[in-house]
């Protein structure tokens, strides 16, 4: 696995704010974004009209080896087929975490999940936690927000630097339609917003119990998926409960019924998507905009005996798409280099001509220019501190070697470390701390050290 050693230690995370300053930009450079500079240089306050505009779509529970795009045998991302035609694809995108919340405040503030400490219904985001939000408004964005997730709130942090912030209040079950959000976006369009602006979109049609509306259901499958699988069933529960023996309850049946299901909300909701980058297109905000498709963290299939997210730190809830369109140009691009959706703010900044914070990410231009860059290695971490998971997980992937350190994994109450190669077991089936402990340790001691370095808040 490729990449450029960055280690997500001694970084500072206050804010710190600056002037503009000329960053790296890839082979097709803007004018308007020269021209900022240098009104900025000449003491001019106020950005050009001519920024692009920034969209950013977090998709809820989206795992990348779901998707048609990379590979998957159904059609799920056949309504992004004509946005992919536009956009560098990132084949090895990484989430910082399992957790909804977690990520999304990771993805907001370019800060790792231990750094940042929101975890689920735990710690809020905390003010002096500059979001990219924040920054760009601070540039003369106009800025707005949709999310159907309850966690993402106001009360959490999740509102800072929006001028228009709107969540859902009820629970995730009876979360709000995504066509709802594409009702949403063509009304908040047709209102004809101030330019540039930041539009941050999160639909979770893609989390349990992956409902699609009737009218809808059969579009993937050519039937309704069937439901053998119940999502709030006896035995999911007990499952994911912890109760001995719940697992060999789990057959075949359930589990083609749990990805029927889950494909079909796949499907559904990126066909949502997709209609709603078809709005920035009739509204003639498509071509200047810069769009970012990302899947929030994955979700577990019962792959290793569980169901859902935020309760393991395995590659199927870790491992999402990462779509980017640069604004002024339509190039495909698949790039297999591994990142992370902590890149995405220094990514907005680096293509803005914005000045660099430090955060935990790095900037995706160079890749976006040479699909081979990055030399070297770099090194992932991910964290999960959920309260129903009621231990904490961590994990860290360097080369191909990657390490899970368990306080509890689902009914073993003990501390728990697993050692997998994805280069041969891309699955993570077969366990080798026990033959590979010099690996172990040395996994062990560079998680350690990291954390160490900067711990995580309290309550994290």
């Known amino acids: 696995m490729g990449g450029r050693v960055v280690p997500e230690i001694g970084l500072g995370r206050r804010r710190t704010r600056g002037p503009l300053a000329e960053a790296s930009l890839p082979e097709r450079r803007w004018t308007h974004c020269?021209?900022?500079?240098?009104?900025?240089?000449?003491?001019?306050?106020?950005?050009?009209?001519?920024?692009?505009?920034v969209v950013l779509i977090d998709v809820e529970s989206l795992r990348a080896d779901h998707i048609a795009h990379l590979g998957y045998e159904r059609p799920t991302s056949i309504g992004l087929d004509r946005f992919r035609a536009d956009a560098a694809l990132f084949s090895r995108a990484r989430a910082p975490s399992s957790a909804s919340a977690t990520s999304s405040a990771s993805l907001l503030t370019g800060l790792s999940a231990g750094r940042h400490g929101v975890a689920g219904n735990g710690p809020r985001l905390a003010n002096d936690y500059e979001t990219l939000a924040e920054l760009l408004r601070a540039q003369g964005f106009a800025t707005a927000a949709l999310s159907h997730y309850f966690e993402l709130s106001e009360a959490a942090g999740f509102a800072q630097g929006f001028d228009r912030f709107e969540t859902s209040a009820g629970p995730v079950e009876a979360h709000p339609n995504a066509a709802v959000m594409v009702d949403w976006l063509r009304e908040w369009l047709a209102s004809e917003p101030a330019r540039p602006f930041f539009l941050y979109l999160h639909p979770v049609n893609t989390h349990a119990p992956y409902r699609v509306p009737p009218t809808r259901s059969a579009e993937l499958l050519g039937r309704p998926a069937t439901r053998t699988f119940e999502y709030e069933g006896e035995i999911p529960r007990a499952v994911m409960s912890g109760r001995p023996q719940a697992r060999k309850l789990v057959g075949p049946n359930m589990q083609r019924s749990l990805v029927d299901q889950y494909d079909s909300a796949v499907r559904y909701t990126l066909d949502r998507v997709g209609e709603m980058i078809d709005l920035l297109r009739s509204s003639n905000a498509y071509d200047d905009s810069l769009i970012i498709v990302v899947g929030n963290h994955g979700e577990e299939l019962f792959e290793h005996g569980g169901f859902g997210h935020g309760y393991t730190l395995y590659e199927e809830v870790l491992r999402v798409p990462l779509y980017v369109k640069q604004p002024g140009s339509r190039r495909a691009q698949t790039i297999e280099t591994p990142v992370s959706s902590l890149d995405v703010v220094?990514?907005?900044?680096?293509?803005?001509?914005?000045?660099?914070?430090?955060?935990d990410g790095q900037s995706l231009v160079p890749l976006l220019v040479d699909p081979t860059g990055y030399p070297g290695e770099r090194v992932f971490t991910s964290r999960l501190a959920e309260p129903q998971n009621r231990a904490r997980q961590r994990a860290l992937l360097r080369g191909r070697y990657k390490l899970i350190d368990s306080e509890q994994r689902y009914d073993l109450p003990r501390r728990t470390q697993e050692v997998y190669d994805l280069l041969l077991d891309p699955g993570e089936q077969d366990d080798l701390a026990a033959r590979s402990a010099t690996i172990a340790a040395e996994l062990s001691r560079e998680l350690d050290r990291i954390e160490a370095a900067d711990p995580a808040p309290s309550g994290g």
């Open 34 to 53: 020269l021209a900022a500079l240098l009104a900025l240089l000449a003491g001019c306050a106020d950005p050009p009209a001519t920024l692009p505009n």
């Open 346 to 359: 220094p990514t907005v900044l680096d293509l803005l001509g914005l000045a660099a914070r430090p955060v």
